[in-house]
């Protein structure tokens, strides 16, 4: 699947929050406990296998769950969310903490913002840390996700692009949630500039260029 798992780390406190821990959750322990932090959160971006874990095509994802087993730390995803994780992941409400657009959360000092950016899904959610936006798979590099699955929703996942994650400043960094691209990251100004999805001046021109219409 590609997948990108990323660590936020506060290095003054060295706590840490990881975000879409699916995959190989020893590997992101030993990484998080190589470099000295410690883990305190788990930031999901949406309720999905490949970013959660849980089973998915006949095999089980290793992922939120499993490192909860191994670390003390709460599971933060947007409160449409909680459900789906909670069938996909195995969770139970006390394991996760329910968030809504533009809650903050700490991660040691750092400040964490929760962006709502349905379309992908109806939580799907991105993370702003100094001036570095975690997208999961709202925005990638020149491209978006999906909006032919399940729950996925191609009206507002257009809102989102090109209001809510339009908005940020140019210089803010982007970092995907999947290795669709050679470049690992990029800005919102580039996408701006080159990402189709991002360019469309109105929604119906969007909608009829991904197979939709109102």
């Excluded at 599971?75 to 903050?104: C, M, Q, T």
């Excluded at 939580?123 to 570095?132: A, I, V």
Aim: net charge negative.
């Amino acid at each position: 699947m590609a997948n990108f798992v990323y660590i936020i780390g506060d290095p003054t406190t060295r706590k840490a929050a990881v975000v879409d821990p699916a995959w190989d959750v020893d590997a992101i322990i030993d990484a998080v406990n190589r470099d000295g932090y410690e883990i305190d959160k788990i930031l999901i971006t949406h309720y999905h296998q490949d970013h959660l874990g849980g089973r998915m095509m006949g095999q089980t994802i290793e992922g939120a769950a499993d490192l909860l087993a191994k670390v003390k730390a709460k599971v933060y995803l947007n409160k449409h969310e909680a459900e789906g994780a909670r069938k996909v992941a195995g969770l139970s409400d006390s394991d996760i903490v329910k968030v809504d657009a533009g809650d903050v959360v700490k991660v040691g000092e750092l400040e964490v913002k929760f962006l709502h950016t349905p379309g992908h899904t109806p939580g799907s959610q991105c993370f702003l840390c100094d001036g570095n936006l975690i997208s999961g798979d709202t925005l990638f590099v020149n491209s978006c996700g999906r909006v032919d699955l399940p729950g996925s929703d191609p009206e507002a996942m257009y809102h989102s692009l090109n209001s809510t994650l339009k908005n940020l400043d140019d210089d803010t960094v982007v970092y995907p949630g999947h290795a669709y691209s050679n470049e690992p990251s990029t800005t919102i100004g580039k996408q701006k500039r080159t990402n189709m999805y991002m360019r469309f001046p109105t929604l119906d021109d969007f909608l009829e260029a991904m197979g939709y219409s109102r």
